[in-house]
């Protein structure tokens, strides 16, 4: 199906199934530990044998030798396999890294050898055995020093998020240099992990040259093409599940080395082999979210319009990686006559950077919403007032397109009510509770949308039951049940009737999850190839298809009614198809807006930040099901808060890696971070957007936060801190007198 006119009214107008807040249907499956994860595939794999993988001990050079004889010899081991085994190996488009290194060593942790033994505790010791002889080159791990010398930059677009090293409008020089009001502040954000719970994990078993694959990915085809371009195979001699992921967060994007270990290491042994990467691996081995330091410069009339402004963002990566898109946001958000975005690329012997949670905008937004609320005290203005005052329906760079739907200002006045920003003074560090300061902050929430073909199967059995087949994954964020609920809906059945299958290889490629695109496409998706199955059933009827009716388990057409099991009573109908996209996403900007609202308390004494209270509203096309939105939604917020006050990646600048690698020195929120959390959803539906008119709401939910933490902190503490996470020691000489 091409989406390339504006949806009309449908099927999923009628809002039975769809738009309840159903329970996860997967949930019984999570909560009694059946559903199967990457590492768990018991049932289906007899026997496997256990990898381990041996990470670089530099972060650049050369492996001058490697001595495996004692791990060869050691108890249980079965094979050893290293770059020098295994011949040339291809390099897959998503990696920027080699995923099995050696003899050239790019960063610390990269996979050097996998080990495979009988059990985890033999291949583990066995690793621990591997001697490898390395000669050490110099690099450069220091951001801020290589960005002096580091080139400008576009972005990639693999992702969506593509960008031209430097955007201009009007003279933004010229603009600045005449404002009345201006600001020019930089901004930093440090490198982050993205902490998922579940480690990368694969089992991998041959028959013959035939390889199956479970793992932990998001994106299905995108990992399947990259492992048989790493192993120059065929992708169709390739089987690749990923049915139940426990987080992702851009961090399983791609193909990593879990997979091509347990590849490599099960050709080796003759056996399936099943490897995770541990806990202190996975920091320094797979991909992070580059630092950046980031320029904005604003320049406004006496009255608060915005007349000039600039963004420029720099990161760092390994050679031929890509810049983190932390301008993405500034070229749409606010008017302004004259503009100016650009980005610069510094090459760093640093793991690999990639995709995380809302790359571009979640870095980019924690900048420039501090420098909206700095610019609104230059201005004497509320910052909701400064923010709306400057908001605008057309896209800022490009006046002819408008935006399909953007509620921004609506969202910040719905916000201001219900958190009862009112009450805020306006003068920072003046209000007291007890011990602590009290502060509250805002921020505007915005992520573009991202179209993405997506295809999908929906048989109608004899039985009655409806199955849909696609391989989208859920990643945590409910695909199961908006997709259960998207054919429900379609058919005229109950959830109780579907069943949703995802997440493998032999299924319809689908949009996968990524870049808070998987609901809306997924579903789209889904809707396609069930206006199949309906034109089937109607087929097989007698009907007229374009007047059939779907509901409450039977099919309608002029006086004739037929229940719907009954239609496939003669066998199994299917119907296959994808959703596809015209130009509606050039014509129109396609974005989601929101506000972000937060309470801390600062203890006057110690400096430390608490949290007391959030408040999301988000305008984001029509909300599929508002209680995994929700989910989604307060998830975000809750990274929001760790990149404001304690997720940081400490580089080691001397050898060259990311010294807190686990879970206890890498710090996300936990329960007691996060008190109370309320999120808001704005009616909207965005007919230019699918036929499902939804967005997105995952990353939505994250783009501000950071920033709305931090105008809370300076709110509450009068100390304006630029550089996150906004930890205690960079506050604490500068609080107000407290004897
Ligand atoms: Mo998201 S960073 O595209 O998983």
Same mark, same amino acid.
């Given at each position: 199906?091409?989406?390339?006119?504006?949806?009309?009214?449908?099927?999923?107008?009628?809002?039975?199934?769809?738009?309840?807040?159903?329970?996860?249907?997967?949930?019984?499956?999570?909560?009694?530990?059946?559903?199967?994860?990457?590492?768990?595939?018991?049932?289906?794999?007899?026997?496997?044998?256990?990898?381990?993988?041996?990470?670089?001990?530099?972060?650049? =050079?050369?492996?001058?030798?490697?001595?495996?004889?004692?791990?060869?010899?050691?108890?249980?081991?079965?094979?050893?396999?290293?770059?020098?085994?295994?011949?040339?190996?291809?390099?897959?488009?998503?990696?920027?890294?080699?995923?099995?290194?050696?003899?050239?060593?790019?960063?610390?942790?990269?996979?050097?050898?996998?080990?495979?033994?009988?059990?985890?505790?033999?291949?583990?010791?066995?690793?621990?055995?591997?001697?490898?002889?390395?000669? *050490?080159?110099?690099?450069?791990?220091?951001?801020? @020093?290589?960005?002096?010398?580091?080139?400008?930059?576009?972005?990639?677009? @693999?992702?969506?998020?593509?960008?031209?090293?430097?955007? *201009?409008?009007?003279?933004?020089?010229?603009?600045?240099?005449?404002?009345?009001?201006?600001?020019?502040?930089?901004?930093?954000?440090?490198?982050?992990?993205?902490?998922?719970?579940?480690?990368?994990?694969?089992?991998?078993?041959?028959?013959?040259?035939?390889?199956?694959?479970?793992?932990?990915?998001? !994106?299905?085809?995108?990992?399947?093409?990259?492992?048989?371009?790493?192993?120059?195979?065929?992708?169709?001699?390739?089987?690749?599940?990923?049915?139940?992921?426990? =987080?992702?967060?851009?961090?399983?994007?791609?193909?990593?080395?879990?997979?091509?270990?347990?590849?490599?290491?099960?050709?080796?042994?003759?056996?399936?082999?099943?490897?995770?990467?541990?806990?202190?691996?996975?920091?320094?081995?797979?991909?992070?979210?580059?630092?950046?330091?980031?320029?904005?410069?604003?320049?406004?009339?006496?009255?608060?319009?915005?007349?000039?402004?600039?963004?420029?963002?720099?990161?760092?990566?390994?050679?031929?990686?890509?810049?983190?898109?932390?301008?993405?946001?500034?070229?749409?958000?606010?008017?302004?006559?004259?503009? !100016?975005?650009?980005?610069?690329?510094? +090459?760093?012997?640093?793991?690999?950077?990639?995709?995380? *949670?809302?790359?571009?905008?979640?870095?980019?937004?924690?900048?420039?919403?501090?420098?909206?609320?700095? !610019?609104?005290?230059?201005?004497?203005?509320?910052?909701?007032?400064?923010?709306?005052?400057?908001?605008?329906? +057309?896209?800022?760079?490009?006046?002819?397109?408008?935006?399909?739907?953007?509620?921004?200002?609506?969202?910040?006045?719905?916000?201001?009510?219900?958190?009862?920003?009112? *009450?805020?003074?306006?003068?920072?560090?003046?209000?007291?509770?007890?011990?602590?300061?009290?502060?509250?902050?805002?921020?505007?929430?915005?992520?573009?949308?991202?179209?993405?073909?997506?295809?999908?199967?929906?048989?109608?059995?004899?039985?009655?039951?409806?199955?849909?087949?696609?391989?989208?994954?859920?990643?945590?964020?409910?695909?199961?049940?908006?997709?259960?609920?998207?054919?429900?809906?379609?058919?005229?059945?109950?959830?109780?009737?579907?069943?949703?299958?995802? =997440? @493998?290889?032999? %299924?319809?490629?689908?949009?996968?999850?990524?870049?808070? %695109?998987?609901?809306?496409?997924?579903?789209?998706?889904?809707?396609?190839?069930?206006?199949?199955?309906?034109?089937?059933?109607?087929?097989?009827?007698?009907?007229?298809?374009?007047?059939?009716?779907?509901?409450?388990?039977?099919?309608?057409?002029?006086?004739?009614?037929?229940?719907?099991?009954?239609?496939?009573?003669?066998?199994?109908?299917?119907?296959?198809?994808?959703?596809?996209?015209?130009?509606?996403?050039?014509?129109?900007?396609?974005?989601? %807006?929101?506000?972000?609202?937060?309470?801390?308390?600062?203890?006057?004494?110690?400096?430390?930040?608490?949290?007391?209270?959030?408040?999301?509203?988000?305008?984001?096309?029509?909300?599929?099901?508002?209680?995994?939105?929700?989910?989604?939604?307060?998830?975000?917020?809750?990274?929001?808060?760790?990149?404001?006050?304690?997720?940081?990646?400490?580089?080691?600048?001397?050898?060259?890696?990311?010294?807190?690698?686990?879970?206890?020195?890498?710090?996300?929120?936990?329960?007691?971070?996060?008190?109370?959390?309320?999120?808001?959803?704005?009616?909207?539906?965005?007919?230019?957007?699918?036929?499902?008119?939804?967005?997105?709401?995952?990353?939505?939910?994250?783009?501000?936060?950071?920033?709305?933490?931090?105008?809370?902190?300076?709110?509450?503490?009068?100390?304006?801190?630029?550089?996150?996470?906004?930890?205690?020691?960079?506050?604490?000489?500068?609080?107000?007198?407290?004897?």
């Amino acid at each position: 199906m091409k989406f390339d006119i504006p949806a009309g009214s449908n099927p999923i107008d009628r809002m039975t199934v769809v738009g309840k807040p159903l329970n996860r249907v997967d949930g019984p499956a999570k909560t009694t530990g059946t559903a199967t994860y990457a590492y768990e595939h018991h049932r289906e794999v007899a026997n496997p044998a256990y990898g381990f993988a041996v990470g670089a001990a530099i972060a650049k =050079g050369r492996i001058r030798s490697m001595n495996l004889t004692k791990a060869k010899a050691a108890s249980g081991v079965l094979t050893v396999v290293t770059a020098g085994d295994v011949g040339k190996l291809g390099k897959g488009k998503f990696n920027t890294v080699k995923l099995l290194g050696g003899p050239d060593v790019d960063h610390y942790h990269q996979a050097i050898a996998v080990v495979v033994a009988e059990t985890f505790e033999q291949a583990r010791a066995a690793a621990a055995l591997v001697r490898v002889d390395y000669a *050490r080159a110099e690099g450069q791990f220091d951001l801020a @020093d290589a960005l002096k010398t580091a080139p400008l930059k576009g972005g990639s677009s @693999d992702e969506g998020s593509g960008a031209s090293p430097v955007e *201009r409008v009007g003279d933004f020089e010229q603009a600045f240099a005449a404002a009345p009001v201006t600001l020019d502040a930089e901004y930093t954000t440090p490198d982050h992990s993205h902490a998922m719970m579940e480690p990368f994990a694969s089992i991998a078993e041959w028959k013959g040259d035939e390889l199956t694959l479970w793992t932990s990915n998001q !994106m299905i085809d995108w990992g399947r093409t990259d492992l048989a371009t790493t192993l120059g195979m065929p992708k169709e001699k390739i089987r690749f599940m990923s049915p139940y992921v426990g =987080g992702g967060f851009g961090g399983k994007l791609f193909l990593r080395a879990d997979a091509v270990l347990a590849a490599l290491g099960a050709k080796a042994a003759g056996r399936p082999v099943k490897l995770a990467l541990t806990r202190p691996m996975i920091a320094n081995n797979t991909t992070h979210r580059p630092a950046t330091r980031q320029r904005i410069r604003i320049g406004a009339s006496r009255d608060g319009v915005i007349t000039a402004i600039a963004h420029e963002s720099g990161s760092g990566d390994q050679p031929d990686g890509q810049p983190e898109t932390a301008v993405n946001q500034t070229k749409l958000l606010y008017a302004g006559a004259n503009r !100016m975005v650009s980005m610069r690329l510094a +090459v760093l012997d640093l793991p690999e950077g990639n995709a995380m *949670r809302a790359p571009g905008e979640a870095p980019g937004m924690m900048a420039l919403e501090i420098a909206m609320d700095e !610019m609104a005290e230059k201005l004497g203005m509320d910052p909701i007032e400064f923010r709306a005052k400057n908001d605008t329906q +057309v896209d800022p760079q490009d006046t002819t397109h408008r935006f399909s739907q953007r509620q921004l200002v609506r969202c910040l006045i719905e916000g201001a009510q219900r958190f009862g920003w009112s *009450r805020r003074n306006g003068t920072p560090a003046q209000v007291r509770d007890g011990r602590w300061l009290v502060g509250m902050g805002m921020a505007s929430a915005f992520r573009n949308h991202m179209n993405m073909p997506s295809g999908a199967r929906v048989r109608l059995g004899p039985d009655g039951l409806v199955t849909v087949e696609t391989d989208m994954t859920d990643i945590g964020t409910g695909s199961y049940t908006i997709i259960a609920q998207t054919a429900a809906e379609m058919m005229g059945l109950p959830t109780e009737r579907v069943a949703v299958r995802l =997440g @493998d290889s032999a %299924f319809p490629v689908s949009a996968g999850s990524g870049g808070q %695109f998987g609901a809306a496409n997924a579903t789209a998706g889904v809707y396609a190839a069930c206006v199949k199955l309906r034109e089937a059933v109607a087929n097989r009827l007698g009907f007229n298809s374009a007047d059939a009716t779907f509901a409450d388990g039977v099919v309608r057409s002029g006086n004739r009614s037929v229940d719907l099991q009954d239609a496939a009573s003669g066998g199994e109908l299917v119907g296959e198809d994808k959703i596809e996209f015209g130009s509606l996403d050039k014509t129109y900007k396609l974005a989601t %807006f929101g506000a972000h609202f937060v309470e801390v308390g600062v203890d006057a004494y110690t400096g430390v930040t608490r949290v007391r209270r959030m408040l999301a509203v988000c305008a984001a096309g029509r909300i599929i099901n508002p209680k995994s939105a929700r989910s989604q939604v307060i998830g975000a917020m809750t990274m929001g808060v760790g990149s404001a006050l304690m997720e940081e990646l400490a580089v080691d600048k001397r050898y060259g890696f990311f010294v807190n690698h686990d879970l206890a020195t890498y710090e996300v929120p936990v329960h007691a971070d996060i008190p109370h959390q309320e999120v808001v959803f704005l009616d909207e539906v965005d007919d230019k957007a699918n036929p499902m008119k939804a967005k997105g709401v995952g990353e939505l939910g994250l783009c501000g936060v950071g920033a709305a933490v931090a105008n809370a902190v300076y709110n509450a503490t009068g100390v304006r801190v630029r550089d996150y996470p906004l930890t205690l020691d960079k506050h604490l000489d500068q609080l107000p007198a407290v004897a």
